[in-house]
């Protein structure tokens, strides 16, 4: 059986158990069609697959080359593109080939890019508090109206509450919900529809209204997430290399850097040292308690925590599986790029 | 002739005539063997043609994938991992096969590493200041015995000054230069050889000492580096679409995001608005005077500029080449990962 030091570094190594634990406390917590896995956190058909052995069978993602992934994989049996595009005409053969597609629109253009790609059904997004996309609750009814006069069909609506993932205090953030959530169900009084599409990692279980829930990130935890008291533990870390260590023990270098771990969210951690600096092939490290000497020996593995999934899984080609040491499964991440 | 509308957004792009500009004025002040180009800015074959078109034929590689890919693309005539790794055996075969590599180290592992890979050559990596990579100027000596014991070809020495890249005051950054290329100098009359590698797009021209300067932004050039007094101009941008604009015209959202370009140096910036929030996969623009209005359409496309390049290309799959608007060139970011 291989090793982690059979693997070229840096790379994204998953926790099994870890991450099959964080499965099973979704399906306990959100089963089947409660959950629609965002496909975005992970951008791999192979973690696809598993999901829907777990019963998840509807999934959403962010991007055209996602959906296209997605369907050539077997996965089109009601697929959402959980994001708005004007690009969707490249979909329309696959509409045409029989992929159970629904769109996100907003606006009369991407109603009228939907409609001219062949799709059908659409869920109007609706800004429920975070600056990006959704119409206004003012633009629904409008937005309805040309939607069904271009002879679409109107699933429902969606609106993500991503403003209050990170909310630390859940009773704060059950409130904020409520908010949110208030906004998006007068949206759906006037839209209709069997579907209200909404939350994230960080809501899962306190969105009441949503009929599903946008979630992929649980799997592994960004560590960000650590800080708010959710069920899930981080399975996901990069594995990098000590290749360089000063005379005095007092700075180690690793090679993992910003090409191989996202800093939206702040540096990457480490139990053994502080990471200090990042560049963009290796990170700095220094030890905890400033003047002491770092236990780290050049050749060493490190596993550095991850602060933000999504974006670091998407530098990678590859996740490795791995228990007790022993990497057991290589998952490609082929959905990557656009 | 393919125009930008013709590709799925986002992507990067490429004024061809600025990136030949930037060329030409590298050209003019380092011509052939004084400057290594670095691929790691770039990690394209395609570019690596165009560099050696223009001269240059001898390159500086940051991963052992970027070396295999340069070698097997026949760049592999003085070729130049410029950086330590453990994990070079993998490159035994290239060598063998009658690639002419050489390998910067610091350490005795990573000396008996190259070694027992069959390298010949090797650097004598140096910390000149920036604190990462290199051995203390006091552990010179005995990496060099050590790795003439073994046998190696000791080339010569490499110091990157990468903690003055920034420095604004040009009078400052060269001063820096100076003290850091002092301890380089004294390293090299320690190890001999023809080599003192160094310098990178800041200090290309201030760098005195250095026999090759190792620099490959200069091509594109990250926006960070606009602050600075270089002879070179921003080639490359981000080109998205806008996807979403809120009902005030007060708020556009643009479907590129930290999956397409790195944060490490702060948030893109753009002509048209101020980029305030960026996510996964988008970016919310604010007018540029809070309370005006943005003049963004829904499906218009704009053009991010790029904090820094080198990240920014390694998320990438594909660098468009544009002259007058059109699409003249689809290079191929063929050596990414690891």
């Known amino acids: 059986m291989r090793k982690l030091t059979d693997f070229r570094t840096p790379f994204l190594a998953i926790e099994l158990d870890t991450f099959y634990k964080n499965l099973e406390r979704m399906q306990a917590i959100k089963p089947g069609l409660m959950l629609r896995p965002h496909v975005k956190a992970f951008k791999s058909t192979s973690i696809a697959s598993i999901l829907e052995q777990a019963g998840y069978s509807k999934f959403c ?3 055209i080359r996602e959906i296209e992934g997605m369907i050539t994989a077997g996965f089109g049996d009601d697929l959402l593109l959980a994001n708005e595009s004007l690009d969707v005409s490249g979909l329309s053969s696959v509409v045409e080939q029989g992929a159970d597609l629904t769109v996100a629109v907003d606006s009369i253009e991407t109603i009228d890019a939907a409609c001219e790609a062949g799709i059908r059904r659409v869920l ?3 800004n429920v508090g975070l600056p990006r996309c959704g119409c206004d609750i003012t633009e629904v009814e409008h937005l309805c109206s040309h939607a069904k006069r271009k002879g679409l069909d109107i699933r429902g609506v969606m609106g993500y509450e991503g403003h209050l993932m990170f909310t630390k205090d859940r009773s704060q953030r ?3 919900v409520r908010k949110a959530m208030h906004v998006l169900g007068t949206a759906h009084s006037i839209t209709g529809g069997d579907i209200i599409s909404a939350g994230g990692t960080g809501t899962f279980d306190l969105n009441e209204l949503a009929t599903e829930i946008q979630a992929g990130s649980f799997l592994f935890m960004d560590s960000r997430y650590g800080t708010l008291d959710l069920p899930f533990e981080e399975s996901l870390s990069i594995v990098s290399t000590i290749i360089s260590k000063d005379l005095n023990k007092g700075r180690a270098v690793c090679d993992a850097g910003v090409k191989s771990f996202s800093m939206d969210y702040g540096k990457p951690s480490f139990k053994g040292g502080v990471v200090e600096f990042c560049s963009d092939e ?4 220094r030890p905890v308690e400033p003047e002491s000497e770092l236990e ?4 060493d593995l490190i596993k550095l925590r991850v602060p ?3 974006p670091t899984i998407a530098k990678h080609p590859k996740l490795l599986g791995v228990k007790d040491g022993y990497v057991l499964e290589e998952w490609k991440v082929d ?3 656009w």
Chains 1, 2 share one sequence.
């Not at 290796?282 to 490290?285: E, G, K």
């Not at 780290?296 to 050749?299: P, Q, R, S």
């Open 61 to 63: 993602c962010a991007t």
């Open 308 to 310: 933000h999934v999504d």
């Open 296 to 299: 780290l020996k050049v050749g």
């Open 174 to 176: 059950e409130k904020g």
């Open 282 to 285: 290796h990170a700095t490290i």
């Open 335 to 337: 959905l990557r790029d």
């Open 124 to 126: 109007i997004d609706v």
